[in-house]
């Protein structure tokens, strides 16, 4: 099983995590879900040398990542328990629309 997590600062993330995620089934792992795959931008066109400061505030992508840990372990326990758990149930959600 798998999550993917990719972020950048200009055009591409969502490409390189369909690819990655792509790349990952053809070897025939299995997803752990949606929620455990992320492309985000961080600091779009901001200079490389404050990006890690621009991660560093990005609360809300911070709580995904866990999240989507979560997701992960979540779903390899139901793998291997041959259960139909709901994976990531109850986690808040960290982007209200």
Same mark, same amino acid.
């Given at each position: 099983m798998f999550s993917v997590i990719v972020h950048g600062d200009v055009e591409g993330v969502e490409n390189v995590r369909r690819s990655i #995620? *792509?790349?990952l089934c053809f070897m025939?792992?299995?997803? %752990?879900?949606a929620k455990a795959e992320? *492309? +985000?931008y961080i600091g779009y066109w901001k200079p490389y040398a404050t990006s890690h400061a621009e991660l560093d505030r990005e609360i809300a992508l911070?709580?995904?990542v #866990?999240? #989507?840990g979560r997701i992960l372990a979540d779903a390899v326990v139901a793998m +291997?328990?041959?259960q139909? %758990?709901?994976i990531g149930e109850g986690l #808040?959600?960290?982007r209200q629309k």
């Open positions: #995620a *792509d790349w025939h792992l299995e997803p %752990a879900g992320i *492309d +985000r911070q709580q995904e #866990a999240n #989507a +291997r328990c041959e139909k %758990a709901k #808040a959600e960290p």
